[in-house]
């Protein structure tokens, strides 16, 4: 089954606790991204990639790292995390930006609550 | 002022109405979403459009380019269509950029 596997589901940290939040498709895609959604602000862009090896800055990449290795995979690592980082967290990914077709493949979303 | 305006922003409708949704964007695209996302979070898209219209069961998405106008219509709608519908951009850079969404709540 295609699909986009996110973990965890729900995660409670501690400020300055580095996490990874993991994100995994079985679809080959090449375009893979992170959001957050937060209330009254609706999704924004974290992080995307292009390709492997090839990542770029959303709107909102402040605090946030993330790595390309393998076509598959795309963590988002918080090195230190700190309370306003709290939200509902989503990778995505699709085959072709902007191509014909393009469909957009969601996670199950990762709740941080960051204390 | 938001790149991706949608309205209304929150909806109530009876089981059976003919519902429309309204995307509005201020930036040149080259591909426009609407995705569908039901309590507890999971995101589902509905359609991709680059022109013109789809249609997938009781939902049809149509767009305006110069018009920089799209819409998402439910017929017949039924309960289960209850959720947040957003539409998304997919502007020049490749970014996506999403309106804030339409809370639909439909009652039997």
């Known amino acids: 089954e295609a699909q986009v596997t996110q973990n965890p589901r729900y995660l409670i940290t501690v400020t300055g606790k580095k996490l990874t939040v993991t994100c995994s498709q079985n679809?080959?895609?090449?375009?893979m991204s992170w959001y957050r959604q937060d209330p009254g602000l609706g999704l924004r862009q974290i992080y995307y990639s292009m390709n492997v090896e090839v990542t770029d800055k959303g709107d909102v990449p402040e605090g946030y790292k993330v790595s390309r290795k393998e076509k598959r995979n795309f963590p988002l690592i918080l090195e230190s995390p700190s309370p306003n980082q709290t939200s509902l967290y989503f990778c995505?990914?699709?085959?072709?930006?902007?191509?014909?077709?393009?469909?957009?493949?969601f996670g199950s979303g990762t709740q941080l609550s960051v204390l | 002022k938001n790149e991706v305006e949608q309205s209304p922003q929150n909806l109530t409708a009876q089981e059976g109405e003919f519902i429309t949704i309204n995307c509005s964007y201020s930036v040149g695209i080259s591909a426009l979403h609407w995705l569908q996302q039901h309590p507890g979070g999971g995101i589902v898209s509905l359609f991709m459009?680059?022109?013109g219209k789809k249609k997938h069961g009781r939902l049809i998405a149509t767009i305006n380019i110069q018009e920089k106008h799209s819409s998402l219509h439910i017929t017949a709608s039924h309960p289960r269509d209850s959720a947040v519908y957003i539409c998304a951009v997919r502007g020049a850079t490749n970014k996506l950029i999403f309106g804030t969404g339409t809370l639909l709540a439909v009652q039997p």
């Open positions: 995505a990914s699709s085959s072709r930006s902007g191509r014909n077709n393009e469909k957009l493949f």
């Open positions: 679809m080959n895609h090449e375009y």
């Open positions: 459009l680059s022109s």
